[in-house]
C-alpha cells in the first residue's frame, strides 16, 4: 500500500481494534503505537513499542506518518480513579504526543476527545460546538484541558468529541443495556422518552475518514454523533427488531422506575438511563461528513452480531 501512513495509538481498545481493520479499507496504512510488546494486530503495517506518558523519543514511532490519531487514554468509566491519573494520561499524555507530531511535522493530529469535555452525562438542550463547555467530571476535564493545550501548539489539530460509542464488543452502559434487549422478559421502559444521541463504529470511522482528508487547517473539537437521537425504548425496540423480536415494552410510570432506583441503590443509573443529553454533529457535515448508517439499522445489526457470537460459543 502507498495510501498515508496512519500513527494509531489504543489499537489494543474497542475502538482502536475496529480502526485497525477498517482504515485500510479506505486506502490508509496503519502503524500502530504500543505500550508493551504485543502481536501487531491484524491490519496494521507495523508497530512501535513506546509509552506516551513518558515518550523519551518518539521519532522512530513518528517517522514518515502522515496524520496521528490518538484514541488511548483513561475511560470515564473507571470511577474512582484520582484527577490526578486523568490529567497525567489523558492531558499531558496527549500534549506529549502532540508535540512529538510537531518536531516529526506531522500534517495533522486527531484527537478522539468525548462530549464529555463539553458537558455532563445528561443536557437540558441540544449541544453544538458554539456552547461553552462544561465538562462535570474529572475525565471531561483532562479531555477539554487536552483540547486547550493542543490549541497552543503548532501543529494542526483537531478534537472528536463522540458521543456514546456503540458496536461490536462494546462495554459498559451500552453492553448492559444489550443484555437486556437480548431477554426474553419484557422491559419497564416504555414510559423513559427523554433523547439519547448515539454513535456507531461505522460512522466514528467515517467521520475520521472525513477529517483526515479535509484541507486545513481545521484547529477545533467537532461533535460527532449518528444524526437521529433515540428515546431508550426506541433503542431497546432497535435492538431487538435486529433478533426478530417484538419490542416488549411496558410503560412504568417514571415515578415509579425512580423509586425502584433509589431502593436499590441505582439513582445515579437511572438519571443517566432518564436522562436526555442531544449532540448535533452539524459542524462536522459541513466539511462533507455523511453517516455510513443509521442508529437503528446499526443497533439492529449489533444485537444481531452479538447473538450470532453467543451461539456461535
Known amino acids: 500500500m502507498t495510501g498515508p501512513l496512519i500513527a494509531l495509538t489504543g489499537a489494543t481498545g474497542f475502538i482502536g481494534r475496529h480502526l485497525v481493520a477498517e482504515l485500510p479499507k479506505r486506502g490508509y496504512r496503519v502503524r500502530v503505537l504500543l505500550r508493551r510488546p504485543a502481536e501487531v494486530p491484524e491490519g496494521a503495517t507495523g508497530a512501535v513499542i513506546g509509552d506516551i506518558a513518558s515518550p523519551h523519543n518518539m ?12 484514541s488511548a487514554g483513561l475511560a470515564h468509566a473507571m470511577s474512582g480513579m484520582p484527577e490526578d491519573d486523568y490529567r497525567a494520561i489523558n492531558t499531558q499524555g496527549t500534549l506529549n504526543l502532540a508535540r512529538a507530531a510537531e518536531r516529526a511535522h506531522v500534517k495533522r493530529f486527531v484527537f478522539l476527545s468525548s462530549i ?12 453544538t460546538e458554539a456552547d461553552e463547555a462544561c465538562p462535570t467530571d474529572a475525565y471531561g476535564r483532562s479531555k477539554l484541558d487536552a483540547e486547550q ?9 483537531v478534537a472528536l468529541r463522540p458521543v456514546l460509542v456503540y458496536g461490536p464488543g462494546v462495554k459498559g452502559n451500552m453492553a448492559a443495556l444489550l443484555r437486556l434487549a437480548q431477554s426474553r422478559w419484557p422491559l419497564p421502559l416504555g414510559s423513559l ?11 466514528l470511522t467515517s467521520a475520521l475518514d472525513v477529517v483526515l482528508k479535509a484541507p486545513g487547517p481545521l484547529r477545533r473539537a467537532l461533535i460527532v454523533a449518528d444524526p437521529e437521537p433515540l428515546t431508550v425504548a426506541e433503542i431497546v425496540a432497535a435492538m431487538r427488531s435486529g433478533i426478530g423480536r ?9 415515578v415509579l422506575l425512580r423509586l425502584a432506583a433509589a431502593l436499590t441503590g441505582r439513582s445515579e443509573a437511572y438519571d443517566r438511563l432518564a ?10 457535515r459541513t466539511l462533507g461528513w455523511q453517516p455510513v448508517s443509521s442508529t437503528r439499522d446499526g443497533l439492529a445489526r449489533l444485537a444481531q452480531s452479538a447473538q450470532d457470537s453467543s451461539s456461535a460459543g
Open 275 to 284: 436522562g436526555s443529553l442531544v449532540a448535533k454533529p452539524d459542524a462536522l
Open 246 to 254: 417484538r419490542p416488549g415494552l411496558v410503560p412504568i410510570p417514571s
Open 116 to 127: 464529555r469535555a463539553q458537558s455532563g452525562p445528561v443536557a437540558a438542550l441540544p449541544l
Open 193 to 203: 422518552y427523554a433523547q439519547r444521541s448515539l454513535l456507531s463504529l461505522d460512522n
Open 59 to 70: 521519532a522512530a514511532a513518528l517517522r514518515d506518518v502522515d496524520a496521528v490519531i490518538h
Open 149 to 157: 493545550g493542543l490549541d497552543a501548539l503548532g501543529i494542526d489539530w
